[in-house]
């Protein structure tokens, strides 16, 4: 069945939706289809690890990286998910991606992801710590679970991964390089105030590490994209997704490949000398607008109460 829904649900649960939704993002004929400005082999050599490679951005990076010569792991919760970034970089680089089904919330299974990655390919030159999410939720509704949820998988989670390939590092005395995907924070972010605080939490940690780790040679750099149009935009009701683009000035939707580029830049040479950064991808939401992802409540809007 085709219908809007005209009302604003308290809480949006994705399963429940009774109604057909459009495709979101690139999907593999898309993705296969991208022209990148870059040189084939700026990543030949080096081992790139992406967490939730098996969708959106992750899916993207995976394949851009291993177009560039990249030696990719991947890591998600979702085999079926991993699978077909295997399937995908197979039939269009011919190169294996080694998948490692981890939830990154497990500190163990982090440390066991970046093992696994070592013993496979030698070492790891660049981490990209891509998995996460939330739900929209006004704040004061969320539950305890749903609070510790968001904040163990986009905060700790991240820590655990960033942690572990750090050790490794000043254990085998090679440089490292991490890229960490938070998000548009810089005004706070409305109906998603559990994840803006745990990205707010990597933004300053990946800022304090970028000097600690300096010393052993590990740079580290966060992308904050704004709104980019994936897969994982089944997180948000429809009526919200109609004006998520009217949040930047441009009034357009980033893609996974505009992100999957910006981390090609970040791990090849040419990036050598960026360290603490936060770059932003927003089309200049930052300075602009607000993305209300569970709808904008009445009183903010402009004949809303005051
Ligand atoms: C935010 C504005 C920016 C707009 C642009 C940004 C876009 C994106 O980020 S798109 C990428 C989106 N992708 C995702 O968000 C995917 C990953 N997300 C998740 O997997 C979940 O949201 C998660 C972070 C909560 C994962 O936790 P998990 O433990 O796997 O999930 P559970 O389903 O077990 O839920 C635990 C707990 O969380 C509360 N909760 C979950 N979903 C909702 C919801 N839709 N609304 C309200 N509360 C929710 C709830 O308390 C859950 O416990 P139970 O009640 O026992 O189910
Ligand atoms: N799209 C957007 O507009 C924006 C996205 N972001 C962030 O960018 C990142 C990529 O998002 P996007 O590609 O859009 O969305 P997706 O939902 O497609 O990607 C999120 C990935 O994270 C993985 N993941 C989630 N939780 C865990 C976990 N506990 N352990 C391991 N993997 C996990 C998921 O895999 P699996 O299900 O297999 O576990 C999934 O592949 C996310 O962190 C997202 O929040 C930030 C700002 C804007």
Redesign the pocket.
Known sequence: MNATPTHKPKIFRPEDVDYERPKRGLDEDDLRKQPTIYRDDMLAGKTILI??G?????KATALLAARLGAQVAI????EE??QTTVKLVKEEVGSDVLSVG????DADAVEALIGKVHDHFGGLDTLVN?????FPQDAIDFSRKGWLAVID?NLN?TWWMMQEAAKRWREDGKPGNIVN?V??VERGMPQAAHTCAARAGVIYLSKTLATEWAQWNIRVNCIG????E???FRMYPEEALARFHKANPMKQRGN?WDVAEMIAYLASPAARFINGDLIVMDGGQAQWGVVWPAGMPDYFSEDGAA
Do not use: F, H, Y
């Open positions: 967490t939730g098996g969708s959106g951005m992750g890591c998600g919760r979702d998910k991993l981890t939830n990154i919330r891509n998995a996460g999410g939330q998988t989670g995907i998000a548009n994209p704004g709104v980019i994936t897969e994982g996974a």
